[in-house]
């Protein structure tokens, strides 16, 4: 590790910089436990710091997870009290939660607020609300009246649904027809991921603790006119089970449909992007190369810049001319931490 690499993650260790979660473990020579980026923790001196990709590999030295940032969990995993509630919420995704409900699973109103506010950026009240209105929009898109929408939503008042409807959906229920687009959230060893999903075709995927990724979601729906809900699709299911092949070492190709949702230009640098073989890499020079437009370089950069599926469309292969690591909407960190593992997995394993 360079002397360079060796200050950054210090650094990242004082700051506790939630983008180094998952990418650097930090082992402590005087308490001899291993730690994460964002450990509350006091501070050691750098000279008692050894830096390590896993915690594993920490552990194998000698040293001990940390008791108060466990090391071990996925970075910003979902407490198994709040996988307890959403799971009761995907088997009555219609249902009304009261308090006495939430006081069942063992659940305050104000601290179901601000735990789904903090994951999910809306309101325990505002996620099932749009979960219940989901289930109306499939029943719509199905073809059933209104009045079977309304009873899917758990709705007793016929006026009720129909304002909430058009307030969420932005049209009444008598005149929606489109399907809804499912967003789903899910861990990963770098932290949590968002899917968007149209059925069958992935809309979206990215790293959720990106500032970018809402606006990119909404300005996309928007664009589409689509309504955003929380939920799971054949899509975002494919995509997560492929996702946690590829941190598994399993899957070196994504073979879940995309929508491809852009110009035809953009399109076809995707779909380049998409061709660059895992463990490798390319500069933007040689993607409009293999595209044939080799004078298009920051037309290709452009339209990569638009990229709405992380890891799927790998524009963590792309590097400059002279093999430095380029801008990365997800951090320069996460991406060296990406190329740093596909070269171990296809150095460890023979191609297929």
Not at 330 to 346: I, Q, S, T, Y
Request: net charge positive; proline share 6%; charged share 20%.
């Amino acid at each position: 590790m360079t002397t360079a690499l060796h200050r950054e993650y210090y650094q990242a260790l004082l700051d506790r910089d939630p983008a180094y979660e998952g990418l650097v473990f930090f082992g402590i020579r005087t308490t001899g436990i291993v730690c994460r980026p964002t450990c509350p923790a006091r501070k050691p001196k750098q000279e008692n710091c050894e830096f390590f990709a896993s915690v594993q590999e920490a552990m194998a030295a000698g040293y001990r997870p940390c008791k108060r940032c466990r090391p071990l969990d996925l970075p910003g995993s979902a407490s198994p009290a709040l996988e307890q509630l959403l799971a009761a919420i995907e088997a009555q995704p219609e249902r009304r939660w009261s308090p006495a409900d939430l006081a069942a699973l063992g659940w305050g109103a104000q601290a179901a607020k601000r735990a789904f506010s903090a994951r999910f950026g809306m309101t325990f009240a505002a996620y099932t609300r749009a979960r219940r209105l989901a289930a109306a929009q499939a029943e719509l898109a199905e073809g059933q009246p209104v009045t079977a929408a309304q009873i899917a939503a758990g709705y007793e008042s016929s006026s009720g649904f129909r304002a909430a409807f058009q307030r969420h959906m932005g049209e009444a229920p008598s005149r929606a027809g489109g399907a809804a687009w499912q967003a789903e959230w899910f861990e990963s060893p770098l932290g949590p991921m968002l899917a968007v999903g149209e059925g069958e075709r992935l809309v979206l995927l990215g790293f959720a603790g990106r500032k970018e990724l809402w606006p990119q979601m909404s300005r996309l729906a928007q664009r589409h006119q689509a309504n955003l809900v929380p939920g799971s699709c054949s899509s975002t299911r494919s995509i997560r089970r492929e996702i946690e092949g590829y941190f598994a070492g399993s899957v070196r190709t994504f073979e879940t449909p995309i929508a491809w949702f852009g110009t035809e230009f953009q399109v076809a640098c995707w779909q380049a992007l998409k061709a660059i073989p895992f463990g490798e890499t390319r500069s933007y020079a040689q993607l409009a190369v293999s595209m044939g437009r080799p004078t298009a370089v920051r037309a290709v950069a452009q339209a990569n810049a638009r990229n709405h599926l992380s890891l799927v469309l790998p524009c963590h292969r792309i590097v400059g001319s002279d093999g430095s690591l380029t801008g990365y909407a997800a951090g320069l960190a996460r991406k060296r931490w990406l190329l740093d593992w596909e070269a171990r997995v296809r150095d460890a394993q023979p191609k297929r």
